[in-house]
């Protein structure tokens, strides 16, 4: 039951700039969690992205950035590459219900 | 370099307990910096977080499952593990474990393990 939602698909051509949106609410990401980023290959486990909204771990290349503002959070590539053709998952925290961790519903990312 | 590997049984019966072991090698999981995850994916569908514990033996657990689950730590072997118990053909899925670090107010999943997947059926 994701409590964050992110637009199912988004596709660019190489070189375009995508973003994909996360929405969450006043309990998770509007009350000021942070928002991480994953990157997934089919039948791979997921890899951290972007940390902390807008942090790169060691090896993320700079073409991919974090924001995030009210209830939302926005994931870009720049400059895209077929390499970058996955899956990618926002995730937070919500307050309500004793609290979880929660993740994104999701968004397949096409490179045309 | 951290590694985590999970492993358990693949095939669990309805009604039965699935149980599986996450073993870390790299870091100590009494390491007071990081926590220790299990994160499952339904095939074709997405991520689903289900318990965390930290070294002290504190448990935080998805309000979807927190009836059916325990987390649990075995120090001696360098293992975190859980138990999902009642389980339905709906609990099948790839499990994960993950280590989660909070540099900020919420705590990301750095390290992940291959994943195993768990079917239930009789």
């Known amino acids: 039951q994701s409590v964050l939602t992110q637009p199912p698909s988004v596709s660019g051509a190489p070189g375009q700039r995508v973003t994909i949106s996360c929405t969450g609410s006043s309990s998770s990401i509007g009350a000021g969690y942070d928002v991480h980023w994953y990157q997934q290959f089919p039948g791979t486990a997921p890899k951290l992205l972007i940390y902390?909204?807008?942090n790169r771990p060691s090896g993320v290349p700079d073409r991919f950035s974090g924001s995030k503002s009210g209830t939302s959070a926005s994931l870009a590539i720049t400059g895209l590459q077929a390499e970058d053709e996955a899956y990618y998952y926002c995730?937070?925290?919500?307050?309500?219900?004793?609290?979880?961790?929660?993740f994104g519903t999701g968004t397949k990312v096409t490179v045309l | 370099q951290l590694q985590l590997q999970e492993s358990g049984p693949g095939l669990v019966k309805p009604s039965e307990t699935l149980s599986l072991s996450c073993d870390v090698s790299?870091?100590?999981?009494?390491?007071?910096?990081?926590?220790w995850s299990w994160v499952r994916q339904p095939p074709g569908k997405g991520l689903e977080w289900l318990a965390t514990i930290y070294y002290t033996g504190s448990t935080y657990y998805n309000p979807s499952v927190e009836t059916r689950v325990i987390i649990s730590l075995e120090s001696s072997k360098n293992q975190f593990s859980l138990n999902l118990s009642s389980v339905t053909a709906a609990d099948t899925a790839v499990y994960y474990c993950a280590r989660q670090r909070y540099t900020s107010s919420s705590g990301e999943f750095d390290y992940w393990g291959q994943g195993i997947l768990v079917t239930v059926s009789s």
């Open positions: 790299g870091d100590s999981i009494g390491n007071s910096d990081h926590y």
């Open positions: 995730q937070s925290y919500d307050s309500r219900l004793s609290g979880s961790d929660v």
């Open positions: 902390a909204n807008k």
